[in-house]
């Protein structure tokens, strides 16, 4: 009978319906099919659990800091100050498009959210000098993954809170493979823009330094607040959340482009995605709690051992594993679905929980720039008026410069750990 269970799933989900409504009903289903019904009695109590966390608290604080600074004006300094520090190289308004994608990272936390601000200004910004929109859009989508991974970030906070690991040392550990990541798109942008003579800008239509720095160094200060008082240990994330809440709001009066009515959409907007995010854990919750009962990652755990997979191995197949469900579910579902399942195996084999997080928090953000449900590449489709499938035959190249990325952040673990083992964060190697 549990094959019932799926069936339904299915059907729900090809109705149209909210994907926790899919999960949560399709996890009653399972309790009946596998014959656990009597624990439902106690699933409220399991829900609660899963998402009475200290550490969530910081999210729904990070996402409303990241509205207001996305309706406070501050895209256009970013450009500015990118387009004065690269915008004279080859292919200079690929690397600004990089490098602001850098700079909004440490501010919304979001790829989606970045991708949407960048493509209503610098595609068509990059197709009026001669770029292709598609390139000009698959590089929009490509570097807007930085977000997610470089503090604040938003996932890395939902997985500190399913795993129950130091939110701290996850942004912390999060700080070098994002530079990483955006050295290795400065890379193929310059081999782009050599190979299709991309133009560079005039010496005229780049900002002066010194100015465009002080009119952007409010924008640039709030990741500096964020990083530097979790660092020195003057805040916990939470703390920090509600901190960069104000700097935002400050922010936003000095770029005076904030309206009563744009902090009211900010409020409303993150009301919505913390209200589907809570609602996800809760249908996730209910699953979860049955896997336990079924015992499932102690099924997985045995046929790793019967496979003979070391970490290495294992980490190999469980990044496999991540990178197809991160093409077909958004971040917070695939997280909340296979983490508990997959990550306590890892764990189990010794490999370090900071580490295994920033890897499948970076490897679900690949999902987000790979058909066929690419969350950056359909804002970015929509905003630019840009092919969908056009679209996603340009950015192959940078999928696959992250997925060696990757493959690196897998290999060398000193890349996320270094830096938080430096300043007390996580235990010697």
């Not at 698959?138 to 993954?145: D, G, H, Q, R």
């Not at 920090?240 to 409020?267: C, D, K, N, P, R």
């Not at 809570?278 to 990652?297: D, K, N, Q, S």
């Not at 696959?400 to 990325?405: A, C, L, M, P, T």
Request: hydrophobic share 60%; charged share 10%; net charge neutral.
């Amino acid at each position: 009978m549990i094959w019932v269970a799926p069936v339904v799933a299915v059907v729900m989900l090809l109705s149209g319906l909210a994907l926790a409504y899919v999960i949560g009903a399709a996890s009653v289903l399972a309790f009946f099919a596998t014959e656990n019904s009597r624990y439902l009695a106690i699933l409220p109590q399991q829900i609660f659990s899963k998402i009475d966390v200290f550490a969530l608290m910081a999210m729904p604080l990070f996402i409303l800091a990241g509205e207001i600074m996305n309706r406070a004006g501050v895209t256009r300094a970013l450009i500015d100050l990118s387009m004065a520090l690269v915008g004279r190289l080859r292919g200079g308004l690929g690397h600004v498009n990089i490098l602001t994608s850098v700079f909004f990272a440490g501010i919304s936390g979001s790829a989606v959210a970045d991708a949407a601000a960048l493509s209503n200004t610098l595609v068509p910004a990059m197709e009026e000098r001669g770029y292709t929109k598609t390139y000009a859009g698959a590089i929009t989508a490509a570097s807007a993954i930085i977000g997610p991974i470089v503090p604040p970030s938003i996932i890395l906070i939902f997985y500190g809170a399913l795993m129950e690991t130091s939110v701290s040392a996850l942004f912390i550990a999060g700080i070098v493979p994002g530079l990483v990541l955006a050295a290795a798109l400065f890379a193929l942008n310059a081999w782009f823009a050599w190979k299709q003579d991309h133009p560079r800008a005039a010496k005229g239509e780049t900002p002066a330094l010194l100015r465009t720095f002080l009119v952007s160094l409010p924008a640039i200060c709030l990741p500096l607040i964020i990083v530097g008082g979790i660092v020195l240990g003057w805040m916990t994330p939470t703390e920090a959340a509600a901190v960069a809440v104000v700097a935002a709001l400050a922010a936003g009066q000095f770029y005076t482009g904030l309206t009563v009515e744009g902090i009211i959409e900010s409020l409303k907007r993150t009301a919505t995605l913390t209200g589907s995010i809570f609602m996800i854990l809760t249908a996730v919750a209910a699953l979860g709690h049955l896997a336990a009962l079924e015992r499932v990652p102690e099924a997985i755990s045995a046929m790793v051992a019967d496979l003979g997979l070391g970490p290495l191995e294992y980490m190999i197949a469980m990044n496999a594993v991540f990178i197809l469900a991160g093409m077909v579910l958004d971040i917070p579902v695939a997280l909340a679905l296979l983490v508990p399942l997959m990550a306590p195996v890892a764990l189990a084999q010794g490999v370090d929980p900071v580490h295994l997080g920033i890897v499948i928090c970076f490897n679900l953000c690949i999902g987000l720039v790979s058909p066929p449900l690419g969350g950056c590449l359909l804002v970015v489709s929509a905003v630019s008026k840009v092919n969908y499938w056009a679209l996603a035959r340009a950015v192959l190249p940078f999928v696959v410069v992250e997925i060696g990325v990757l493959a690196l952040l897998v290999a060398v673990p000193e890349i996320s750990l270094a830096l938080p083992r430096a300043m007390g964060l996580v235990g010697g190697g």
